[in-house]
Nanobody
């Protein structure tokens, strides 16, 4: 079993920045893709960004140029640096890991508001 612990969410003004962190622990066989999804109220969960084991990245069009995903394999950790945040980025952000099976974090709230 893999446990994911997220941190770094919170309240930020439009145009501000936040950094999300997700640390994986437990019975980690291998960490393949790692990424972030988000779910806004009344909407479906959507992909934000994902990074594979070769550090190839994919981003949602809505966050390209503003968000950066990275990983530290030695720490089993994935990061999401979010800049130029907009009100529409408000959502619960979920960490995702592919480690033979799919694992999800508990979610961290990001609220962009003045």
């Amino acid at each position: 079993q893999v446990r994911l612990v997220e941190s770094g969410g919170g309240l930020v003004q439009p145009g501000g920045s936040l950094r999300l962190t997700c640390a994986a622990s437990g019975s980690i066989f291998s960490l393949n893709a790692m990424g972030w999804y988000r779910q806004a109220p009344g909407k479906q969960r959507e992909l934000v960004a994902i990074i594979d084991s070769d550090s190839f990245t994919t981003y949602a069009d809505s966050v390209k140029g503003r968000f950066t995903i990275s990983r530290d394999n030695a720490k089993n950790t994935v990061y999401l640096q979010m800049s130029s945040l907009k009100r529409e980025d408000t959502a619960v952000y979920y960490c995702y890991v592919d480690s033979r099976y799919d694992y999800w974090g508990q979610g961290t709230q990001v609220t962009v508001s003045s």
